[in-house]
């Protein structure tokens, strides 16, 4: 159980192109939706949290102008890149929660298999 | 805010154990995680510890807490190859907010 698809795996597009990228809750229902991103050989930086049908919470310095999130359903999230660069070249993962038992702490995510952007 | 440590970089020789730690710094997380991440995959949980607990022992996973300390450690006994990755932990933000605050992970080079 607990399994989050990412589509595509890997894209390339050319620059000043938008990019759409797919995160779905396979047999669960999630709550909340997180995005990442991540650099080579570095943590995961979070960009944003969406619940389901409400606006999405950009982390500091996360342009959501550029970065447009939609958790339109309980199972499905998605984060296009509007006008895409070069330095927005990286590895996009989703993760999903179900959401908490109220007791804090409970936390459990559950990630895709992430999405590989590479704009040239 | 909440800050996790880990050391960045573990080379062992199969069969070996590893150990892989942690520092946190929130004291009051009820839970704290492990995560896997293959290469060029996302990440996948690998265990959890309840903070009331000291140890979790999960087949060669061993999982010890030092509540006083902050020190999270997974132990991989018998390693091996397929055991090389990046090994993230994590604890939730104080915040209340679904969030989790990841180490900078810690890559595990498991050599034959």
């Known amino acids: 159980g607990a399994v989050v698809s990412q589509h595509p795996s890997r894209v390339i597009c050319k620059s000043g192109t938008s990019v759409k990228i797919e995160c779905r809750s396979l047999d669960f229902q999630a709550t909340t939706m997180f995005w990442y991103r991540q650099f080579p050989k570095k943590s995961l930086m979070l960009m944003a949290t969406?619940?389901?049908?409400?606006?999405?919470?950009?982390e500091q310095g996360v342009e959501k102008d550029k970065f447009l999130i939609n958790h339109a359903s309980l199972t499905l999230s998605t984060l296009t890149v509007t006008s895409a660069h070069p330095e927005d070249s990286s590895f996009y993962i989703c993760s999903a929660s179900s959401g908490t038992s109220g007791i804090r702490g409970s936390y459990e995510q559950y990630f895709g298999p992430g999405t590989r952007l590479t704009v040239t | 805010g909440e800050d996790v440590e880990q050391s960045l970089f573990l080379s062992v020789r199969e069969g070996d154990s590893s150990v892989i730690n942690c520092t946190y710094t929130d004291s009051s997380s009820t839970y704290l995680y492990w995560y896997k991440q293959e290469p060029g995959a996302g990440l996948q949980l690998l265990t959890y510890i309840f903070s009331n607990m000291d140890m979790k022992q999960d087949q060669r996973l061993t999982v010890l807490l030092n509540k006083k300390d902050k020190h999270l450690s997974l132990r991989i006994a018998d390693t091996q190859t397929g055991d090389s990755a990046i090994y993230f932990c994590a604890e939730p933000d104080s915040g209340n907010t679904g969030k989790l605050i990841f180490g900078q992970g810690t890559t595990l080079q498991v050599k034959p």
């Open positions: 969406s619940n389901e049908g409400s606006k999405a919470t950009y």
